[in-house]
């Protein structure tokens, strides 16, 4: 095949190799962990949905409903769209279900999402995500619970270098006037913004306080802070929420100007963020949203929830040399065998080790005794087992050690199960 008709990955979206699988595998391990001990509950949505339900609920005029989702029509001529995010189809979910009514629910899911966007160090077209949804609670005590436990991940993970970013929106009151406020400002100072904030300098303002452009920034470092606006509600609300932070000993920063870049937030939104990643410094973000159920046809319903991106998420822990990233578990037997009698006999000790729980690897395909005795000795493995013509024959195997030098021992293979399990446990 020539090099132009190579089919490579589309751009934006790429494979986890082996070599990196097996902290994937870790760190969605340890997350599922967490949250179970937290007593959430895994919902799993489909990655299609309908493409009215990212309109309706992450607003038309968010970068992510404007220009970067995966939208087609399917054979039906619908249109349907490839989840840019997962809070959404959650809350599908509920309602369809029923899920809101009289009652609540702390619910996580796991997948991959799908943004246009343009790809850069931690930044992809396709991503995976881990999050966390919880509904029915309007208080600040189920925001301070979903803090902890993503604390909790990051420490049973090892990852350093990571602060809480913490502020609040308000109530749909304060928020009008800060509104207001803020376009006031922001209108004698048109000549410095760029164009996506001159788009949106009077249909969604707020939205600029999230932007990644440094001049703007600048800018906004004399704009109005939403704190002086808001309602001693909400402002009630924040002091307990930084109260029961303080007696978590999670230590935080409030950042007036973190709005997030999803139109659906009230009161309190929050980023656990690295510095030393520029504009891809957030690892996992989230906040309150207490509209969202009801502006998708369901009960009025408090929620409060976040999603952590896995992909910076591991990369961080890569670069810090996390001790995690070194758990990949080595193969623990190694068989080798010749001749068919011998393979048969080979297979069927693999399945009767690995049912319990023993991590066997198989020389499979033709191969010299030397051959396989080569593959075994690189495999990492502690013990090798050894079936030739004669073993076979009498149904034995040989045994020995791939760590340290001592004489091969013949065992029945009614035995091995046995004898493999006696000496690792001996180790
Ligand atoms: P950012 O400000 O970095 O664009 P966001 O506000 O768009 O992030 P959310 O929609 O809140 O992010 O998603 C939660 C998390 O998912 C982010 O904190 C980040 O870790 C991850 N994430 C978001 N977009 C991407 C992407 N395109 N590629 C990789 N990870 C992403
Ligand atoms: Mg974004």
């Given at each position: 095949m020539t090099k132009k008709n190579k089919i490579k990955a589309i751009r934006g979206m790429k494979d986890v190799l082996p070599q990196d699988s097996s902290l994937w595998l870790s760190v969605e391990a340890i997350c599922a962990e967490i949250l179970s001990d937290y007593n959430y509950q895994q919902i799993k949505t489909p990655i299609l949905e309908n493409?009215?339900?990212f309109a309706r609920s992450i607003g038309a005029d968010t970068d992510i409903v404007s220009k970067e989702m995966y939208t087609f029509e399917d054979r039906n001529g619908d249109s349907v769209t490839?989840?840019?995010e997962g809070t959404a189809s959650c809350v599908r979910a509920g309602i369809e279900h029923g899920l809101f009514y009289n009652q609540q629910q702390r619910l996580w899911y796991a997948g991959p999402m799908f943004r246009h966007e343009r790809p850069q160090k931690g930044r992809f077209r396709e991503f995976f995500q881990i999050g966390a949804e919880c509904f029915g609670w309007p208080g600040a005590d189920i925001e301070a619970e979903l803090l902890s436990l993503t604390a909790q991940i990051f420490s049973r993970l090892g990852l350093k270098n990571t602060r809480l970013e913490l502020n609040t929106l308000g109530d749909t009151a304060c928020r009008a006037d800060f509104r207001s406020a803020l376009i006031e400002y922001l209108h004698d100072y048109k000549q410095d913004l760029d164009q996506d904030s001159l788009r949106r300098l009077d249909s969604n303002p707020l939205r600029i306080l999230d932007s990644k452009n440094s001049e703007v920034q600048q800018v906004l470092m004399g704009a109005p802070d939403i704190h002086e606006?808001?309602?001693?509600?909400?402002?009630e609300h924040f002091l307990r929420l930084k109260s029961y932070l303080q007696q978590l000993d999670i230590t935080f920063s409030v950042n007036p100007r973190l709005v997030r870049g999803l139109d659906y937030y009230n009161d309190t939104v929050f980023e656990w963020v690295n510095e030393d990643y520029g504009a891809q410094s957030a690892v996992c973000a989230g906040g309150r949203y207490d509209s969202m159920v009801e502006q998708l046809g369901?009960?009025?319903t408090p929620c409060f929830g976040f999603a952590m991106g896995l992909e910076r998420l591991i990369q961080m822990l890569q670069e810090q040399g996390a001790e995690i990233v070194q758990r990949s578990e080595p193969v623990q037997v190694f068989i080798v065998s010749i001749?068919?009698?011998a393979r048969g006999q080979a297979l069927r000790l693999q399945q009767l080790c690995c049912a319990e729980g023993i991590r066997v690897q198989l020389y499979c395909g033709s191969g010299s005794m030397?051959?396989?005795?080569k593959r075994a000795d690189s495999s990492g493995a502690q013990?090798?087992?050894?079936?030739?013509?004669?073993?076979?024959?009498?149904e034995t195997v040989g045994i020995r050690s791939l760590q340290v030098r001592e004489e091969q021992q013949i065992i029945a293979q009614n035995d091995v199960v046995n004898a493999v399990t006696n000496r690792l446990e001996s180790l």
């Open positions: 493409t009215q339900l490839m989840r840019p606006f808001l309602s001693a509600e909400s402002n369901g009960p009025p001749g068919e009698q030397k051959n396989q005795f013990f090798v087992l050894v079936i030739g013509e004669q073993e076979a024959a009498t």
